[in-house]
Nanobody, 122 residues
Framework: QVQLVEAGGGLVQPGGALRLSCVISGPINGDSTRAWYRQAPGRQRERVAAINEAGDTNYVDSVKGRFTISRLDTRNTIYLQMNDLKPEDTAVYYC????????????????WGQGIQVTVSS
């Protein structure tokens, strides 16, 4: 069973920085994509950043140049470094993994963390 546990959220002033981490335990099968999503009150969940097995990354336009997603495979951990935070970055942030049901399966499954609050306010 796969578990994702986020840490590092909290309250920060505008212009500040936070680093989120997500420890992934359990079997991740085959090629996978790891990502961070966020959901603000009254808004749909959106993908903030993603990283694939090759290390390719992509970001939603609103965070480009400010956020960086990375992974440390030896600790099965992904990070989201968030700089120059703005009030509109306030949301619950979720860790996410998309991977195969089994090493030989052609069907994928997704896994979610429990979410962690990030609040940007003066």
């Amino acid at each position: 069973q796969v578990q994702l546990v986020e840490a590092g959220g909290g309250l920060v002033q505008p212009g500040g920085a936070l680093r989120l981490s997500c420890v992934i335990s359990g079997p991740i099968n085959g090629d996978s994509t790891r990502a961070w999503y966020r959901q603000a009150p009254g808004r749909q969940r959106e993908r903030v950043a993603a990283i694939n097995e090759a290390g390719d990354t992509n970001y939603v336009d609103s965070v480009k140049g400010r956020f960086t997603i990375s992974r440390l495979d030896t600790r099965n951990t992904i990070y989201l470094q968030m700089n120059d935070l703005k009030p509109e970055d306030t949301a619950v942030y979720y860790c996410y993994v998309l991977h195969r049901f089994s090493p030989t399966s052609s069907t994928y499954r997704d896994e979610w963390g429990q979410g962690i609050q990030v609040t940007v306010s003066s």
